[in-house]
């Protein structure tokens, strides 16, 4: 069965600090990569998208690394804010010809306290 | 980027009601629309896949007489909670798939609906 299993659970950390959330995936093969923020009571948001045939991808504090040989993907907060206490998202998109199905993480909850 | 709305935001309704939620697709076309339910500290789950002039493809274990799904066009989805009870609040999202963008799903902002 794919999975997409995402590292912790919950994480706290202080207001400008750094941090890195895990995905590690069995789903294969695949045709994109996606990380996503959630805020409480709010849609999914993209953060980055990757190609199986990419390393890493950045937006703004955000950046997205993928090891396709170790299925393994994480996401880094750079100088963490207040407004980046959500939970995130990885999940997983199948190649464009074996249908619609996203296999989606549990999340990672994310506090960022002042 | 591609925006996808959903009416309404939130909704409270009383038990053995209907419940009407519209996803709509705002500056793009979208053929196949999804339908996510959420419980609280959950991930999203797939109810159902909604193809635009076609029958809706449920997920195991979702009532289709319950969720009723209709994709009259390449903009608009609606999914209808039919005789909502206590158990189906959840917040549903919605999603619409843009071919031209890495065949990616770009998600509405959710309805909390609340059954009382």
């Known amino acids: 069965k794919n999975q997409v299993e995402q590292s912790p659970q919950s994480l706290i950390i202080l207001e400008g600090k750094n941090c890195t959330l895990q995905c590690n995936y069995t789903v294969s093969p695949f045709s994109n990569l996606r990380w996503y923020k959630q805020d409480t009571g709010r849609g999914p948001v993209s953060l980055t998208i990757m190609t199986f045939s990419e390393n890493t991808k950045s937006n703004g504090r955000y950046t997205a690394t993928l090891d396709a040989d170790t299925k393994q993907s994480s996401l880094h907060i750079t100088a963490s804010q207040l407004s980046d206490s959500a939970s995130y998202i990885c999940?997983?998109?199948?190649?464009?010809?074996?249908?619609?199905?996203?296999?989606f993480g549990g999340g990672t909850r994310l506090m960022v306290k002042p | 980027g591609a925006v996808v709305s959903q009416h309404p935001s939130w909704v409270i309704c009383k038990s053995g009601t209907s419940v009407k939620i519209e996803c709509r697709s705002l500056?793009?076309?979208?053929?196949?629309m999804f339908w996510y339910r959420q419980f609280p500290k959950q991930s999203l789950m797939l109810m159902a896949t909604s193809n635009e002039g076609s029958k809706a493809t449920y997920e195991q274990g979702v009532e289709k007489d319950k969720f009723l799904i209709n994709h009259a066009s390449l903009t608009l989805s609606t999914l209808t909670v039919t005789s909502a009870h206590p158990e189906d609040s959840s917040f549903y999202i919605c999603?619409?798939?843009?071919?031209?963008?890495?065949?990616?799903?770009?998600f509405g902002p959710g309805t909390r609906l609340t059954v009382l």
């Open positions: 999603s619409a798939r843009d071919l031209g963008t890495y065949n990616e799903q770009f």
């Open positions: 999940v997983v998109s199948p190649p464009h010809n074996a249908g619609n199905m996203l296999t």
């Open positions: 500056d793009f076309q979208a053929t196949t």
